[in-house]
Each structure stands twice: as structure tokens, then as C-alpha cells.
């Protein structure tokens, strides 16, 4: 098995260059769909913020729809793994909202705020293989806000008032709305999205915590 050995004199084999590499490429992928959205990514310009050639690009991905099939499953993947545990750290279903909010600003800080948004948008009323996968993930975290509200109701965490699924829509949609707007402005960005998920959520101010 063939290897070659990093800066810091790591040796990695072919296996684990293919997986460092598909990881690069994805990441700048996402960067690029956040940016210019589908139609407009230039798999050239991914290959090169990548630090790769459009040959080592072709090697993993068959085409652009391809390898935006496969952002959407690392966008939910590292969310999931970056913010989505967050709710695992705590048992009360507000504060882990909160935290989910926090986080969600941290992991855009790598310039993908926009990256499912953008998809979103642009390939609204079409169907489309790239569209109905971030339908699908998008749904999934919907689902498991709605059940974190609902949970919060139960407990006594979160206020009455819309249903849990609305209230949902209105915590994602004003979370994901502010990051766009202060993506990588950090330490605002984190602060910030914690005060407006506590607003729609209809919490109480809390002493500004530590930004990331």
C-alpha cells in the first residue's frame, strides 16, 4: 500500500490521501455553492481553492450534480457532528436550542453559511436530484426542532404559543437568516444568534456568554 508522508512526517496511505483529499474538496465545494450558488460553480475554481487539479476532482466526483449530492450529505454530516450534539450535552430542550444557535455560527465561520439556502432557492419547483436531498436534510433538522419545542413545552422551558413545527420554522429560519447576514463576524455572529433564538423562542435575556 502506497504512502507519502506529511509536514509533520505523518505517513498516510492511499486510502487516507483519497479520504483527505474528498474532504478538501467537498469543504471548497460547499464554499463555492455558498457563494454562486449550482448553476454558477465552476468545478475548476473548487478543484483550485481545493489545492487540486479538475483531474483529481473528476477522480472522486463524475459531475457537478455528483459532487453537490455529495456536499449536502457533508453539510448535514459535519453539522450534525459540529452542532447538532450540542443538544446531547444538555437535557433541557431550551438551552439546547441555544446552543444549537451558538454553534450553527461557529461552523459557518468556514464561509458555507449559505450553502443550503442558496440550493434551496435555486432549485425551488424543479425536480431535482441535489434539490430533493437538501429538502430531505432540511426536513430532518425541522423535525428534531420541533421536537426539542415540543419537549420544551412539556417541561415548562418554553413558553406557549405556536405550534411546535411553526415554531420551528420561525427558529431555524431567523437563526439561519441572522449567520448569513454576520457569517464569520465573529464574536457578534455567535452572540448575536443566541439573542434572536432566544427572542422567537420566547426566552428570557441571559448574561452574554464566552463567543467561540
Known amino acids: ?3 507519502v508522508a506529511t509536514a509533520q512526517g505523518e505517513r498516510l496511505t492511499q486510502p487516507q490521501r483519497r ?18 450558488g449550482y448553476s454558477n460553480l465552476l ?12 483531474g483529481a476532482l473528476y477522480h472522486q466526483f463524475a459531475n457537478k450534480e455528483a459532487l453537490a449530492l455529495e456536499v449536502v450529505s457533508w453539510v448535514e454530516e459535519t453539522w450534525y457532528s459540529e452542532v447538532g450534539r450540542l443538544a446531547l450535552n444538555t437535557s433541557d430542550a ?13 461552523y459557518c465561520r468556514r464561509d458555507v453559511a449559505r450553502v443550503m439556502m442558496a440550493l434551496r432557492v435555486e432549485l425551488s419547483g424543479q425536480d431535482h436530484p441535489v434539490g ?8 430532518r433538522v425541522v423535525a428534531e426542532c420541533t421536537r426539542l419545542i415540543a419537549a420544551g413545552r412539556r417541561s415548562g422551558s418554553i413558553p406557549p404559543g405556536p405550534s411546535p413545527r411553526l415554531l420551528a420554522l420561525a427558529y431555524l429560519g431567523a437563526v439561519e437568516g441572522l449567520v448569513i447576514n454576520l457569517a464569520a463576524k465573529a464574536p457578534f455572529d455567535e452572540l448575536l444568534a443566541e439573542r434572536g433564538a432566544r427572542g422567537v423562542l420566547g426566552l428570557p435575556p441571559s448574561p452574554e456568554k464566552k463567543a467561540s
Open 1 to 3: 500500500m502506497s504512502a
Open 19 to 36: 479520504a483527505r483529499s474528498r474532504s478538501a474538496l467537498l469543504e471548497s465545494a460547499a464554499r463555492g455553492l455558498s457563494r454562486y
Open 43 to 54: 468545478l475548476e475554481r473548487v478543484a483550485r481553492d481545493a489545492g487540486y487539479t479538475r
Open 94 to 106: 431550551a438551552e439546547a436550542l441555544i446552543a444549537m444557535a451558538r454553534g450553527h455560527a461557529v
Open 132 to 139: 430533493r436531498a437538501v429538502e430531505e436534510a432540511v426536513g
